[in-house]
């Protein structure tokens, strides 16, 4: 096992890694941490320095641990993750327009892996990776997120079609077909 130390915040961590290697590492990151932006970037770069290998090891090596505590899986987990599967071929966040709410995967920061709930435009709580919702939602936000957990696609769809606009981007959509499928066709391009 090599040790390695990051700076995080200030706070100095020496920690054992996990992996063998740094390929090890950037397998691992590449397979289970691929909607972390930063992890990802690290992974793609052709020269890195010493601070960043030893960042690809803690932040594949924090990863495994927080997956060996046992959580046990919220409500919403599902969401979580089809949220993530769509928005998995883009580096910007990923949002969703629901008849009521709008969903939204985060990219930067602590909460990347969590989707934030908004309605009417503002933030009413987060889903955590596990499925958990913290904040205070409404019943009605609460019915709908049960409704998403289930069929994201289909309340994307009928957002389109009660709106007129894209599910996605919210712009207008002027072709019939694609308002039949509530997406206009850059977006179908774009995602997932
Ligand atoms: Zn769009």
């Known amino acids: 096992m090599t040790s390695f130390i990051v700076e995080k915040q200030g706070e100095t961590i020496n920690f054992e890694s996990k992996f063998e290697s740094l390929s090890d590492a950037k397998a691992y990151i590449q397979d289970k941490l691929n909607y972390n932006n930063f992890a990802m970037s690290l992974i793609e770069k052709k020269k890195v320095s010493e601070k960043q290998i030893a960042w690809m090891h ?9 997956s060996q505590t046992l959580v046990e899986d919220g409500e919403y987990v599902n969401l979580v993750k089809k949220m993530y599967d769509a ?4 580096r910007a966040k990923f949002q969703v327009r629901l008849p009521g ?4 995967t985060v990219n930067k920061g602590p909460n990347i892996g969590c989707v934030y709930v908004y309605e009417n435009q503002t933030y009413v709580g987060k889903i955590t990776q ?3 919702l913290i904040g205070n939602a409404s019943e009605d936000v609460l019915n709908l997120l049960e409704d998403a957990n289930e069929n994201l696609l289909q309340l994307a769809k009928i957002y389109g079609h009660e709106s007129g606009c894209c599910s996605i981007c919210g712009r207008k959509l002027d072709d019939p077909l694609s308002v039949q499928m509530g997406i206009g066709p850059v977006c ?5």
């Open 87 to 90: 928005g998995a071929n883009r």
């Open 58 to 66: 803690y932040l594949a090596t924090q990863s495994v641990i927080d």
């Open 188 to 192: 179908a391009k774009k995602f997932n």
């Open 130 to 132: 596990n499925g958990e």
């Open 101 to 104: 709410i709008t969903l939204s």
